[in-house]
């Protein structure tokens, strides 16, 4: 990960709903049939929260290896295939270089833990709106102070968001 990522967090787009539908159509295309749904995640998926303008898309697959055999596809609508890139059983692939737009995180069907943490914090934000605004305050703040360090900006969210997440899951798992 290069330190020197320039940090931008802005106000929420319309626009990025958009952006990820039309996203998805394209990688639908390229999975065919191995893709059982795609979904937006990530804080771009959080209508009225502040975030950093890259759109998270959580394709959920039949066979996680058969992943593989689309790198090539998927490089040739700009995304840079990364692997399971630290996250065992996932997919990874990220679009624009240090301008990042789109971030793809494909999980197989039936790996519940990886999935289930990633729509609980949507989900989590879209009903808590006091959690929210604090995440998306702190997002701001943390840019702010480190607008071209994205690896400072990302150890200061890291507690918040390993919070956020136990929160969540409790809450989605009706605890």
């Known amino acids: 990960m290069k330190r020197f990522m320039k940090v931008v967090v802005k106000e929420h787009n319309e626009k990025w709903q958009q952006m990820f539908n039309e996203e998805s159509q394209r990688i639908k295309d390229i999975f065919g049939d191995e893709c059982k749904a795609i979904h937006h995640i990530g804080i771009t998926s ?13 394709p959920v697959v039949k066979q996680i290896e058969k992943i593989d055999s689309f790198n090539e596809q998927m490089n040739g609508i700009g995304y840079e295939s990364l692997g399971e890139f630290g996250i065992k059983g996932r997919r990874y692939f990220r679009k624009g270089g240090d301008n990042r737009t789109h971030q793809v995180h494909v999980f197989q069907v039936d790996n519940n833990e990886d999935i289930n943490r990633h729509l609980a914090v949507k989900d989590y934000l879209l009903t808590h709106a006091e959690e929210a605004k604090l995440y998306g305050d702190l997002k701001e703040t943390l840019a702010n102070q480190f607008p071209r360090d994205i690896v400072s900006y990302m150890n200061g969210k890291d507690r918040f968001v390993k919070e956020l997440e136990r929160k969540a899951l409790l809450w989605y798992k009706g605890l």
């Open 46 to 58: 959080v209508s009225g929260l502040k975030a950093k303008p890259i759109i998270d898309m959580m």
